[in-house]
């Protein structure tokens, strides 16, 4: 940065909202895997106008970081020294669109700091289907969107038919799937846009048989996935062509490889554990050292799906 923000002295613009200002609030507390410092200033929006407000007038040198469920996020062990915009608190409003009856699909709103988990009940329990995969994922429908979250051969991508963003300058914009640049785990918006909600459209489909799904998913997601230690999920990117991640992680005997309390799981090697008090730093050199082994192994790059934050933001991968 080219210089310091300090937001406590220049808050008029958040003051005018009447918006609190939190600060050196934890951020091992606010992800899955339970790393990392505090934030600096932790803000939680109200309503996406007031996200547009905070984005209009943002100060120049002011990092900030979206936090959604913190499902794919290791935060750096000295904290974020910017500003922390959490959204799940408010912008959490799922909606049911009418339609006719005899409409065979359905299109339900999430705000982006609804819980994947919540839209795939809320799908459930309106007897729509489509949204099944999504019930043993943690996360906000924000993450999902910006990574394209998915499992057992869906994603959201396959459910979407449209999304709203804010640009740097809160300025709204309604985007289709096409203009979105979805992939495998990832999508082509700027890192610096904000998603606010989405569009989704499921079928109808009778709700025990969506529930039994749901159940035989979840019963093959505690069978496959290690669920006793904190975790961030799939750590890394299947490679286009060849085998998984984990396939490498174990051909290359990092099966139950430690860095202090960091660990790779046992049970699924693309896992990588929380054993009780790791730190950042220590999960960083275990990730370093099996992309390592893996390049050398096979000339292979494991791309991660997780995102590193350092102190002023997202670090590249």
Request: charged letters at 20%; glycine letters at 10%.
């Given at each position: 940065?080219?210089?310091?923000?300090?937001?406590?002295?220049?808050?008029?613009?958040?003051?005018?909202?009447?918006?609190?200002?939190?600060?050196?609030?934890?951020?091992?507390?606010?992800?899955?895997?339970?790393?990392?410092?505090?934030?600096?200033?932790?803000?939680?929006?109200?309503?996406?106008?007031?996200?547009?407000?905070?984005?209009?007038?943002?100060?120049?040198?002011?990092?900030?970081?979206?936090?959604?469920?913190?499902?794919?996020?290791?935060?750096?062990?000295?904290?974020?020294?910017?500003?922390?915009?959490?959204?799940?608190?408010?912008?959490?409003?799922?909606?049911?669109?009418?339609?006719?009856?005899?409409?065979?699909?359905?299109?339900?709103?999430?705000?982006?700091?609804?819980?994947?988990?919540?839209?795939?009940?809320?799908a459930r329990q309106n007897g729509l289907s489509g949204a099944e995969f999504l019930g043993g994922?943690?996360?906000?429908?924000?993450?999902?969107?910006?990574?394209?979250?998915?499992?057992?051969?869906?994603?959201?991508?396959?459910?979407?038919?449209?999304?709203?963003?804010?640009?740097?300058?809160?300025?709204?914009?309604?985007?289709?799937?096409?203009?979105?640049?979805?992939?495998?785990?990832?999508?082509?918006?700027?890192?610096?846009?904000?998603?606010?909600?989405?569009?989704?459209?499921?079928?109808?489909?009778?709700?025990?048989?969506?529930?039994?799904?749901?159940?035989?998913?979840?019963?093959?997601?505690?069978?496959?996935?290690?669920?006793?230690?904190?975790?961030?999920?799939?750590?890394?990117?299947?490679?286009?062509?060849?085998?998984?991640?984990?396939?490498?992680?174990?051909?290359?005997?990092?099966?139950?490889?430690?860095?202090?309390?960091?660990?790779?799981?046992?049970?699924?090697?693309?896992?990588?554990?929380?054993?009780?008090?790791?730190?950042?730093?220590?999960?960083?050199?275990?990730?370093?050292?099996?992309?390592?082994?893996?390049?050398?192994?096979?000339?292979?790059?494991?791309a991660l799906e997780v995102k590193i934050v350092g102190s002023e933001g997202l670090l590249s991968?």
């Amino acid at each position: 940065m080219d210089r310091k923000v300090d937001l406590t002295r220049n808050n008029t613009w958040i003051a005018s909202l009447k918006l609190p200002i939190l600060e050196q609030v934890s951020l091992a507390g606010r992800t899955t895997w339970k790393i990392g410092g505090p934030a600096r200033w932790l803000l939680q929006p109200r309503s996406i106008t007031e996200l547009q407000q905070l984005l209009a007038h943002w100060p120049d040198g002011l990092p900030r970081l979206i936090l959604g469920g913190g499902s794919n996020l290791l935060v750096d062990d000295n904290g974020f020294t910017g500003v922390v915009l959490e959204l799940r608190r408010y912008l959490n409003r799922l909606e049911l669109l009418s339609g006719h009856p005899d409409d065979e699909i359905v299109q339900i709103r999430a705000d982006a700091g609804v819980d994947t988990r919540s839209l795939a009940h809320f799908a459930r329990q309106n007897g729509l289907s489509g949204a099944e995969f999504l019930g043993g994922i943690p996360g906000t429908v924000g993450g999902a969107l910006r990574m394209n979250a998915g499992a057992y051969g869906s994603d959201i991508q396959a459910l979407l038919s449209s999304c709203e963003v804010l640009d740097t300058q809160g300025q709204r914009h309604t985007l289709t799937v096409a203009e979105m640049g979805m992939g495998y785990r990832s999508c082509g918006i700027a890192q610096d846009w904000l998603f606010v909600s989405a569009l989704f459209s499921l079928r109808r489909d009778d709700p025990q048989r969506i529930r039994e799904r749901m159940r035989s998913l979840n019963r093959q997601r505690r069978e496959a996935q290690p669920l006793r230690y904190p975790s961030a999920g799939s750590t890394f990117k299947n490679p286009p062509m060849g085998a998984k991640a984990w396939q490498w992680i174990e051909r290359v005997g990092m099966r139950g490889a430690r860095e202090g309390q960091a660990q790779v799981s046992e049970q699924h090697c693309n896992f990588l554990l929380n054993l009780g008090g790791a730190q950042a730093s220590e999960m960083r050199r275990l990730i370093e050292h099996i992309r390592s082994r893996v390049w050398q192994s096979g000339s292979v790059e494991l791309a991660l799906e997780v995102k590193i934050v350092g102190s002023e933001g997202l670090l590249s991968d």
